[in-house]
T-cell receptor, first 115, second 117 residues
Framework: AQSVTQLDSHVSVSEGTPVLLRCNYSSSYSPSLFWYVQHPNKGLQLLLKYTSAATLVKGINGFEAEFKKSETSFHLTKPSAHMSDAAEYFCVVSAYGGATNKLIFGTGTLLAVQP | DTGVSQDPRHKITKRGQNVTFRCDPISEHNRLYWYRQTLGQGPEFLTYFQNEAQLEKSRLLSDRFSAERPKGSFSTLEIQRTEQGDSAMYLC???????????????FGQGTRLTVV
């Protein structure tokens, strides 16, 4: 079975400092992995996805993530946090079984950005 | 706006009442999903449609829940005899068909927040 574990429920950074949101995955085959962001009162938005091509994936708003098979990790990073980055972030693995392509979400990491 | 649309955005109902939510996916997306998100948790998969066929239902979906997608376009999710434990955000998502199904991301609506009092 596929699953993801987000190692931090809350992360707080200062504006302009780096962001690191940690995610480990479990999958019996080569996974597809995603990061979604959820701002208050807004829908889930895809930040980036890993599709078994390049292991370093660049997303929107300056975010990127690196797929490390040896560590079963897919951590999300950003060099410099902006106030608008404050939101909840979900690491997601795609679980393909039969005809279904459902997404399995982690429990989320709430990112706070201090001025 | 050509994104996934959900209606209503908010619903307050008394325990025991029936409620129905609607989802309009992105046009030409033949895959449609329902998820449920409770406070402090990530979304949990409820059910999946490919066109009008409901191909998978989660064990979370009790007999009081039913979903339909009669013409392969919009979908409805009905909860009968609501309970306080049904209070949650109900999210709909759609995605296009792809041979590389694992790589296809889902596009989410803003959700319907249900409060059962």
């Amino acid at each position: 079975a596929q699953s993801v574990t987000q190692l931090d429920s809350h992360v707080s950074v200062s504006e302009g400092t780096p962001v690191l949101l940690r995610c480990n995955y479990s999958s019996s085959y080569s996974p597809s992995l995603f990061w979604y962001v959820q701002h208050p009162n807004k829908g889930l938005q895809l930040l980036l996805k890993y599709t078994s091509a390049a292991t370093l994936v660049k997303g929107i708003n300056g975010f990127e993530a690196e797929f490390k098979k040896s560590e079963t990790s897919f951590h999300l990073t950003k060099p410099s946090a902006h106030m608008s980055d404050a939101a909840e972030y979900f690491c997601v693995v795609s679980a393909y079984g039969g005809a279904t392509n459902k997404l399995i979400f982690g429990t989320g990491t709430l990112l706070a950005v201090q001025p | 706006d050509t994104g996934v649309s959900q209606d209503p955005r908010h619903k307050i109902t008394k325990r025991g009442q029936n409620v129905t939510f609607r989802c309009d996916p992105i046009s030409e997306h033949n895959r449609l999903y329902w998820y449920r998100q409770t406070l402090g948790q990530g979304p949990e998969f409820l059910t999946y449609f490919q066109n009008e066929a409901q191909l998978e239902k989660s064990r979370l979906l009790s007999d009081r829940f039913s979903a339909e997608r009669p013409k392969g376009s919009f979908s409805t999710l009905e909860i009968q005899r609501t309970e306080q434990g049904d209070s949650a955000m109900y999210l709909c998502a759609s995605s296009p068909s792809s041979d590389r199904a694992l790589n296809t991301e889902a596009f989410f609506g803003q959700g319907t927040r249900l409060t059962v009092v």
